[in-house]
Each structure stands twice: as structure tokens, then as C-alpha cells.
């Protein structure tokens, strides 16, 4: 027996409640009988095209070095509904890393935050600048002091892309490479 007595509603209302229940959209009707529109669904929250300008670095990837070394394995997906991008590195040797990558439209920022199996996180901020995604921040750098350091993601033609990460201990003058990999498609 039904909690509701469903005889004293109205058939085009009893239909929407049904199908509304079941996640499906449906013109109501009121008791009168006049169709009332359906109410348009929400749409997801992070299918802007500011937050689709990283999806280049989406995939499955061998990562090699400037002389074709094998530098490891990195794993880039879509996560939370297409709002977060989740990094899974693996390098040739022991390190692994994971990172969260996500563009705040409030700030109009993209932000990574990362961190590998030493302990080491990075956290870093930035743009996409002319079809480049260019990311910066400050961590220790190879003796101890706050250096800053940026990142930068080119698309390169044929698919592959290119990250280089720099670091500066003078406040940008200068800057040297710390990882220059080349990411080409590999299959899952």
C-alpha cells in the first residue's frame, strides 16, 4: 500500500514525481492540466574553456629526458567531474609523485599542488600564457634557501608536450633548468 494517495493526484503530476525520482526530466502538468516547462538542468560547474586549458596534459606518457633517456611514467586524468586534473608520476628510479591540479575562477588562477615520496611538496600558481601553462611558486632550492620556481607546459606539434621546470635564487635574474622532459602518448 502507498504511503500517498497517489488517486488524489493529478495523473500529470503522479508522471513527473515518477520520472523526476527516477533522474529524468519531464514537463509537468499543473491541475488544471496545462503543461508547466521543465526546469532546465544545472549545468557542471567546471566546463568553461579556462577550465578545459590544461586537458592537453591529459593522458598515459613516457617521459624522456633532452638526451631520449627514459625519465619515468606520468599519468595525467580528468578528476571531480572534469574540475581537477590528478597527476601520477613515476620516475625511472625510485621517486613518485602525485599531484592536484585545478583552475579557481575567482582568482582566475590555475594552482598545483604537489608532492612525491621524499616529502618534497611544491605548490604553485599561474596562467596559461600564450598556449603555454605557466606555473610558479617557492620551495627550498639545492641549498636550503626559498627559490622561486616555475613550470611550463608546451604543446608541441604531433601531440607530445614538453615540461620544463626552472628555479631562480635570484629573484628571477637568472634561472636554471631543474627537469626538461618530453612527454609522448603511450597506450594505457
Same mark, same amino acid.
Given at each position: 500500500?502507498?504511503?500517498?494517495?497517489?488517486?488524489?493526484?493529478?495523473?500529470?503530476?503522479?508522471? #513527473?514525481?515518477?520520472?523526476?525520482?527516477?533522474?529524468?526530466?519531464?514537463? =509537468?502538468?499543473?491541475?488544471?492540466?496545462?503543461?508547466?516547462? $521543465?526546469? *532546465?538542468?544545472?549545468?557542471? =560547474?567546471?566546463?568553461? *574553456?579556462?577550465?578545459?586549458?590544461?586537458?592537453?596534459?591529459?593522458?598515459?606518457?613516457?617521459?624522456?629526458? *633532452?638526451?631520449?633517456?627514459?625519465? #619515468?611514467?606520468?599519468?595525467?586524468?580528468?578528476?571531480?567531474?572534469?574540475? $581537477?586534473?590528478?597527476?601520477?608520476?613515476?620516475?625511472?628510479?625510485?621517486?613518485?609523485?602525485?599531484?592536484?591540479?585545478?583552475?579557481?575562477?575567482?582568482?582566475? @588562477?590555475?594552482?598545483?599542488?604537489?608532492?612525491?615520496?621524499?616529502?618534497?611538496?611544491?605548490?604553485? @600558481?599561474?596562467?596559461?600564457?600564450?598556449?603555454?601553462?605557466?606555473?610558479? #611558486?617557492?620551495?627550498?632550492?639545492?641549498?636550503?634557501?626559498? $627559490?622561486?620556481?616555475?613550470?611550463?607546459?608546451?604543446?608541441?606539434?604531433?601531440?607530445?608536450?614538453? @615540461?620544463?621546470?626552472?628555479?631562480?635564487?635570484? #629573484?628571477?635574474?637568472?634561472?636554471?633548468?631543474?627537469?626538461?622532459?618530453?612527454?609522448?602518448?603511450?597506450?594505457?
Amino acid at each position: 500500500m502507498s504511503p500517498f494517495p497517489v488517486r488524489s493526484i493529478a495523473p500529470g503530476i503522479a508522471l #513527473g514525481l515518477v520520472l523526476a525520482a527516477l533522474g529524468r526530466p519531464a514537463a =509537468a502538468q499543473s491541475a488544471a492540466g496545462a503543461a508547466v516547462p $521543465a526546469v *532546465p538542468p544545472t549545468p557542471p =560547474a567546471c566546463q568553461t *574553456p579556462e577550465h578545459r586549458q590544461f586537458d592537453f596534459w591529459l593522458g598515459h606518457w613516457t617521459v624522456r629526458a *633532452p638526451n631520449g633517456r627514459v625519465a #619515468g611514467t606520468n599519468h595525467i586524468e580528468s578528476s571531480l567531474d572534469g574540475c $581537477a586534473l590528478v597527476e601520477h608520476w613515476a620516475s625511472s628510479g625510485r621517486n613518485r609523485g602525485m599531484s592536484l591540479n585545478y583552475y579557481d575562477a575567482a582568482t582566475r @588562477q590555475w594552482h598545483q599542488t604537489w608532492t612525491d615520496n621524499e616529502g618534497q611538496p611544491l605548490l604553485l @600558481q599561474g596562467a596559461l600564457r600564450d598556449g603555454r601553462m605557466v606555473l610558479e #611558486g617557492t620551495a627550498p632550492g639545492a641549498d636550503g634557501k626559498p $627559490a622561486r620556481q616555475r613550470v611550463t607546459w608546451t604543446p608541441l606539434p604531433g601531440g607530445d608536450v614538453r @615540461q620544463l621546470w626552472e628555479a631562480s635564487s635570484d #629573484g628571477g635574474a637568472t634561472w636554471s633548468t631543474v627537469f626538461d622532459g618530453r612527454y609522448s602518448r603511450r597506450a594505457p
